[in-house]
């Protein structure tokens, strides 16, 4: 599962596999400017709690590739997992991060962590309105440059009853 070449995220991982472990990987800079150390310390708090679901985001792209869902579930399947993780970032902001700061007087940003997101993935994903940006930008772009081209290569059909409703990603 690779990423297409014109693909740019600040940070991603991939899950392990029989020839590889998982991996990390962070930018270190935005917009030709030092991405900020707590920036990156929430992105790898965030990322290796991915990393523990990857059974779950490999179980999505294997029903991706077989025809089982298509570009809408795929997305929105993706966007809950990252729903939870970003609960359970702030959760270990709160628990570890956090009490270690103040022990040692460093100054946090409590809503760089996730500092009161939404109790249901519903209303976090309402938070979400612009369908060029987070999540369609990310997996929307994904699915139609690897795994529509796969499907199609394969002669896999594809029926996405979703597509004829309105777009949405809540359930």
Known sequence: MSMPPNYCALARHTGPTDRKLATIAISSRAFGKPIPAEDL?????????????????REIYKDAIA??????????????LEFLAEQETYRLYRLFIKPY????????????WGQSPPAQYSDWIA????????????????????????LRQNHIVRCDP??????SLSH
């Open 41 to 57: 310390w929430n992105y790898f708090v965030f990322e290796s709690i991915n990393i523990r679901k990857y059974r779950e985001f």
């Open 127 to 150: 938070t979400y309105t612009d369908q060029s940006g987070y999540p369609w930008n990310d997996y929307g772009k994904y699915y139609r440059e690897v795994i529509a081209p796969y």
């Open 101 to 112: 700061a103040d022990k040692k007087h460093f100054v946090t940003h409590p809503k760089l």
């Open 162 to 167: 979703t597509k004829a409703k309105k777009k």
């Open 67 to 80: 025809g089982k869902i298509g570009e809408d579930e795929y997305i929105r399947r993706h966007a809950e």
